[in-house]
């Protein structure tokens, strides 16, 4: 009868020691016990807490969905939950444009190619609290954009969207837009140069015109960069904390506020851990509940 061995257990080389065999494994162990811990581990423990009445410090006592209850009926809450789609989808819908329409100027060979390259990526190598400063120069309306263009002659330009509850939401995604177009530019035009060139001069012998071989062969076979973009992406807009910070700090009152801030508010500086713990869990469920459909649909494609 033949002997079946484990997928995960190397074939032993004759002459081959413990540590030859598992020495990968071993390496990569501590690193593996650390994630456990500090990612897994503690994820638990913030979903723990959210059942439990803790304030300043954690606490034991199960109190059920008490947080969530009570968080649902906040309203700084809704408005911070109501902001995360406005700027998620503006976000990442205009990252991607951009980022994509960058990528295939670059593929086609223009001049100078790496001076506009650089200066795509320059953005992404300073961090978003110095992105939000710079940004809250250029919307101030006493020395910013407004101030400049008046001075020019235009009295009537109005450039205020930091003061503007309405649109303070919108002077965040133009920041963060960016901020983060040029790491999208440069994970599409990385895909696209590893496209097989057979394909597009056949597609040109074929007498395909230039838009064409883009928009139905080069840019359908960007599906795994357009799933790496999109969830990191969806990563950056959960985690933007100190671009709401600097920028707009919540404001005009809470108007511009996310759900990262109202957790760092609540935890850490209004003694609610139990509620700022809610709010995490919520972020995280609606991240899974996003991205999860959408892996599960592009895994799922033939290839």
Same mark, same amino acid.
């Given at each position: %009868? ?6 995960? +257990? ?18 990569? /162990?501590?690193?593996?016990? =650390? ?9 638990? $423990?913030?979903? $723990? ?6 304030? +300043?410090?954690? @606490?034991? #006592? ?16 809704? =408005? ?16 991607? /444009? ?9 593929? @086609?060979?223009? @001049?100078?190619?790496?001076? $506009? ?12 609290? =110095?992105?939000?400063?710079? !940004? ?15 001075? !020019? ?6 450039? #205020? ?6 649109? /303070? ?15 999208? %530019? ?6 696209? @140069?590893?496209? #097989? ?29 357009? +799933? ?11 985690r933007n904390f100190d671009l709401v910070v600097v920028l707009t700090g919540g404001g005009p009152g809470y108007a511009s506020d996310l759900p990262s801030r109202f957790m760092y508010d609540m935890g850490f500086r209004r003694d609610q851990l139990a509620l700022g713990a809610a709010s995490a869990v919520i972020m995280f469920a609606t991240f899974l509940a996003i991205i999860l459909p959408y892996l599960a649909s592009e895994l799922r494609r033939p290839r």
């Amino acid at each position: %009868m033949p002997r079946f061995r484990s997928a995960f +257990l190397p074939s032993p080389i004759k002459g081959e020691g413990f540590f030859d065999r598992y020495a990968a494994r071993l390496a990569l /162990a501590p690193t593996a016990v =650390v994630a456990a811990v500090f990612l897994y581990g503690f994820a638990g $423990w913030t979903g $723990w807490i959210s059942l439990t009445n803790s304030t +300043l410090l954690p @606490r034991n #006592d199960f109190a059920g969905l008490a947080q969530y209850a009570k968080l649902w009926s906040n309203p700084r809450w809704l =408005v911070a939950y109501g902001n995360l789609f406005i700027y998620g989808v503006c976000f990442i819908g205009f990252c991607v /444009a951009i980022g994509l329409s960058l990528a295939i100027l670059l593929d @086609r060979r223009v @001049r100078g190619e790496g001076l $506009w390259r650089a200066i795509y990526l320059y953005p992404l190598a300073i961090s978003f609290v =110095v992105t939000g400063t710079a !940004w809250r120069w250029i919307m101030d309306p006493t020395m910013g954009l407004q101030a400049a263009v008046q001075g !020019w002659g235009w009295s009537g330009f109005s450039f #205020d969207w930091l003061n503007d509850p309405n649109r /303070a939401i919108y002077a965040l995604v133009i920041a963060g837009v960016w901020q983060s177009s040029g790491f999208v %530019m440069a994970v599409f035009l990385a895909a696209l @140069r590893g496209i #097989d060139d057979e394909i597009v001069k056949a597609a040109r012998i074929d007498g395909a015109p230039t838009w064409k071989i883009y928009a139905f062969i080069l840019v359908p076979m960007l599906r795994p960069a357009f +799933l790496t973009v999109i969830v990191l992406l969806a990563v950056a807009v959960l985690r933007n904390f100190d671009l709401v910070v600097v920028l707009t700090g919540g404001g005009p009152g809470y108007a511009s506020d996310l759900p990262s801030r109202f957790m760092y508010d609540m935890g850490f500086r209004r003694d609610q851990l139990a509620l700022g713990a809610a709010s995490a869990v919520i972020m995280f469920a609606t991240f899974l509940a996003i991205i999860l459909p959408y892996l599960a649909s592009e895994l799922r494609r033939p290839r």
